[in-house]
């Protein structure tokens, strides 16, 4: 084709991403190197592009009634979708870390979410699901002994089937309510204790992820006897053992901006029976370990988008010329596209690093960083994906702004990211109930930050004036605090990022990424690089 570049298909996406496969090593990753590169060429087929882009021109559709009128409550997916999550179980990238806990297990399982995430998104969602819901059920044996085994299957079968004849599973969450949102202490769904750990469910979810899924862990405020136990979770199975179907009815589902390959509904519980997980009124107690790693998940699948929209900037501006010589050497399109991986960069080592916290043998150090650093990094990271996109998508110029190549599709598909498991105040405001409760990650952190000290001035002098404010938001008082927890936050992110960023980038990128996000002529717009920068040998790594 004359001066259009060729498709980017068929390339092993794990071998073209450097900064990841020497950060997977870094992190203690690097046994997992054969199979990632086996998941690299797989999402790089052309076979599997087609595949992504299939699953979200023909999004799911919901089934309420059969043609006999009675109640069916099923959702009918493309079958591209199907083709895409199984080769998604059949590599880990569900529970392989929990499967398998060897050293390292949590950082390879992150990095086969993020490639897999990469090219497809939308099935990233029960992925990430199944996955976090682990650290909820591991607690309660009496369901723990059926449903692990289950999890950590690496077969997929999308019909609703008893788990005789089905020994996978995968996990979806139906937690928010209309009238609360984030605010899972306003629910109103009630649950009347039966006998043993069941409970019979009466209620509405306004956001119900993934509802194919074989179960969904469901707050509700239980009541056993006369006795009202406060807001428990449940386990609701969409089979019952008998091989019957529990009730779940689907109203509808979502219409949304992006992730238009999953399914997301609103569902009716009505006589809905569900297993309590943890202790009864402890729901938000039994949840918190699963929420902290969605959220790790959403920094990792905002990092995977991102990964997207450099290679394909930068594939784009390889193949293409402008004004007499090839588009990426043009040099302001070249700072842009150096800028565009510094983000990305520095958002896929942030995630790593967190991933390597949550590993098996975290160290004590590790489990209370991670309890700061994940709000920290999930408000930070998520909230740059979709400026992030938008940037990339006017690198390709009009073809950017079609649908026929993958950016659109990514533009619309990276603020989920920053919504889901709590928006931009929640995310804050859980960043000073960390350093309420947990004083051991404040020290965390800064220790972490404090592993550089000296290594670059101008984060030393951010360092310090972050530290400064995070001692006067952690004694103010609490309507001070909330007002400066947005800045707090991203401060914190900022001095992480650029610590890690010392240790694990090449020089040019750390020292890039703190003159563009900590220098005094730091621009507001991607492209701005600090002068003297390098900006070719950037783009030439990434």
Known sequence: MENQPDW??????????????????????????????????????????????????????????????????????????????????????????????????????????????????????????????????????????????????????????????????????????????????????????????????TGHKWFCSAPMSDAFLVLAQTRRGATDEGLSCLLVPRVMPHGGRNVFRIQRLKDKVGNRSNASAEIEFDGTVGLLLGEPGRGVRTIIEMVQRTRLDCVLGTSAGMRQSVAEAVWHARGRRAFGRDLIDQPAMTAVLADLALESEAAMLTGLRLAQAFEADASAADIALRRLATPVAKYWVCKRGPQHAYEAMECLGGNGYIESFPLGRRYREQPVMAIWEGSGNVIALDVLRALARDPDSAAALQIELESTHGAHPLLDAHTSRTLALLREVSGADLDAAAAAARRLTEDLALALQASIMLRHAPDVDAEAFIGARLGDDRGWQYGVLPRGTDAAAIVARH
């Open 8 to 201: 980017r298909v068929d390339v092993d996406e794990y071998a073209l991403n450097l900064a990841l496969t020497q950060a997977v090593d870094a992190f203690g990753g690097g046994w997992a190197d054969a199979e990632l590169h086996e998941i690299g060429a797989l999402v790089g087929s052309e076979d599997f592009q087609r595949d992504a882009v299939l699953a979200h021109q023909h999004p799911p559709v919901a089934h309420t009634f059969d043609r006999w009128g009675f109640r069916l409550d099923e959702v009918e997916y493309d079958p591209s979708y199907h083709r895409v999550i199984a080769a998604a179980v059949a590599h880990g990238a569900h529970t392989s870390a929990w499967a398998d806990p060897r050293p390292g297990a949590a950082v390879a399982r992150a990095a086969a979410f993020m490639l897999f995430a990469q090219i497809e998104p939308g099935h990233a969602c029960p992925i990430s699901m199944t996955h976090s819901a682990v650290a909820s059920l591991k607690a309660s044996p009496w369901i723990a002994d059926d449903w692990l085994p289950r999890l950590y299957a690496r077969s997929y079968e999308h019909r609703l089937l008893p788990a005789d004849q089905k020994p996978s599973a995968l996990v979806g969450m139906a937690m928010t309510e209309k009238q609360g949102g984030s605010d899972v202490r306003a629910n109103t769904t009630t649950g009347v204790h039966v006998s043993g750990h069941s409970y019979q469910l």
